[in-house]
């Protein structure tokens, strides 16, 4: 039997002190097989795997290291003061690399990630400000994804494999999560968007169940033609104009519940539930009330 965990936000970045070079505006260390970056950056970020194990980390257009011993996690923790808009690009390759952390603190930051392999999980820690994570088709993570990204216009698309969680969080701004068709997620996903106009999408499959939440503003959830829920669907949208529109597989139970009775639910002639279709507009969530709302069957 699977045991429940309370998931709680992860700690925060630290980094212990170590010898290190000054390279322009950022630190590039080296710890125990874990590359350490830190300092606040004058251009992007780029650290790419090259032939021979050999790892070169870039500012803007400039190599400001090269290294040759990194073998476990890479650490990044950019702009302490929270005021630069960070971009950060990983091409891990074949890199033997555990664990991805990184922590942009606030401003408009990027990480996108287009190639790698990673053996344990990848966080990302955005505060105030329009934050993306940005997963390629060749970037598989084999445990858990945690997105924090804190107040702004979010965004997280997942074009890879993820093979346990992927959790995101967001406060007030309109977000965005895109599961594309490559994406596979390895058991569960789930979206705590916030107040504003919100959108998540699923074109890829889910093994596990999926899980979404929205505040004040209009949302919209859509399961697409090529999307797969192989466990329970369940969409909670909060006040405003929202609608769902299910064009793909739920093998388990749809379930959505609203405070605004004139959301729109579309189920499409073609689409799967292989459980219960729960409607539960106008009520808060986990609470009775009359929902009536407009609940299509096309």
Known sequence: MQRKRKLGRPTRLTCESLEHRRLMAIDVGVVDGDLLIGGTADGAVTIAALEGGVMEVKEGDMVVATLTNVTDDL?????????????????????????????????DNVLSIDSGSLSG???????????????????EVEDNVFAWLGKGDNLVEVDGSIGRNLFVRAGAGDDTVALSDNAMIGRNADFQLGDGD?????????????????????????????????????????KGSNQVTHLGVIEGNLRVVSKNSEDTVIIDDTAIVGGQVIEQLGMESKRGGKGIGRFFFR
């Open 75 to 107: 650490r990044i923790q950019l702009d302490p003061e929270g005021t630069v808009n960070d971009e950060v690009l990983l091409s891990l390759g074949d890199a033997p690399i555990d664990q991805v952390m990184v922590d942009l603190g606030g401003g």
């Open 121 to 139: 999980r990848l966080f990302l820690f955005g505060g105030e400000g329009s934050d993306s994570l940005l997963m390629g088709q060749d970037v």
């Open 198 to 238: 919100n959108s998540a999408s699923v074109s890829g499959q889910i093994e596990g169940r999926m899980s979404y939440r929205g505040g004040s503003g209009d949302d919209a959830a859509e399961i697409a033609e090529t999307g797969v829920i192989n466990g329970n669907a369940s969409i909670d949208l909060g």
